[in-house]
């Protein structure tokens, strides 16, 4: 007797009773979906030895950027006959200090080891990227009583306006130290940070090559009331005088102005402009303050 065929429950459309419970499909496919890629783990070890060696070569790399900025700034000052000046070296800015003979030897001095080569992976470059002078002035006989603030800081040209070319060499010059680094305050403040002071350096000691007097102008963003901008602006301004005069700048030469936000450079719609506005200008006065 023949069995009766089983039923092809592949091919069945009968509904599935409800109190059965649900199929799962297993698969390669879903199987592989619940993997994760290698990828991110095999980058974790990488990632860790590229940090290491951030952090192992960064400091060593420093040191030697240094090193050579103080060996060619030093070999520079003998090749030039500078001998009266000493170099003292911070990371790649190099300050200059010694009773220069004269103006020319100052500015030879300067120029020689900004210029100074030093060997690198890529050949020669001269590593210094700024020269701040701090020299102590005497009296030159060879030269005229004009051509720069003495010793006791006094000037003798402070009443004399500068001509329209020194003016404007003055004003660039003030110009590119400030583009290269900003005068820090605390918020709200018109203290300086001390992280200003080799900024303040490098100003007092473009003053000594300017003519005549100089206007220090304050300017802020325009958040807050105007009225207390303004004075917030004049008082970061004075607070500069004061370093540059601690500095031996004559204080005669200075005057301090607050211009609060009423001279903006960039727009105060968005924090880069605000950042911006907030700012110290150093120009050359055409005529003496009175």
């Known amino acids: 007797m ?3 065929p089983l039923p092809d429950n592949s091919q069945s459309d009968r509904p599935r009773p409800n109190w059965l419970p649900a199929r799962r499909q297993v698969g390669t496919v879903e199987a592989a979906a619940t993997r994760y890629p290698f990828v991110p783990y095999g980058l974790v070890p990488l990632l860790g030895l590229v940090l290491l060696m951030i952090v192992a070569l960064v400091p060593f790399a420093f040191g030697e950027v240094q090193a050579a900025t103080e060996a060619s700034a030093r070999a520079a000052l ?13 990371g790649q800015w190099v300050v200059l200090e010694g009773r220069p003979p004269s103006r020319e030897a100052a500015a030879a001095a300067e120029r ?9 992976l890529f050949g020669q470059a001269a590593p210094a990227t700024w020269v701040i002078s701090q020299f102590t002035w005497v009296d030159d006989p060879l030269l005229p009583g004009s051509l720069g603030p003495r010793i006791d800081g006094s000037d003798p040209d402070a009443a004399t306006p500068p001509s329209p070319a020194e003016a404007e060499a003055c004003d660039e010059t003030m110009a590119s130290i400030l583009a290269s680094a900003r005068i820090e305050f605390a918020t709200n403040s018109a203290a300086i940070g001390v992280g200003s002071d080799a900024l303040l350096d490098a100003i007092a000691s473009a003053a000594g090559y300017c003519r005549g007097s100089l206007s220090i102008d304050g300017h802020t963003d325009n958040v807050g009331r105007a009225v207390a901008n303004t004075r917030l602006s004049l008082r970061r301004a004075e607070a500069v005088r004061t370093a540059l005069i601690s500095r031996g700048v004559a204080a005669d030469r200075l005057v301090a102005q607050g211009v609060g936000a009423a001279e903006p450079v960039a727009t105060n719609g968005s924090e880069q402009g605000r950042a911006r506005n907030r700012r110290i200008e150093i120009r050359t006065l055409r005529s003496p303050p009175n």
């Open 78 to 90: 003998q090749r030039s006959g500078a001998t009266w000046a000493t170099a003292s070296v911070s």
């Open 112 to 120: 020689a080891v900004m210029l100074a080569p030093a060997d690198t």
């Open 2 to 4: 023949d069995k009766p």
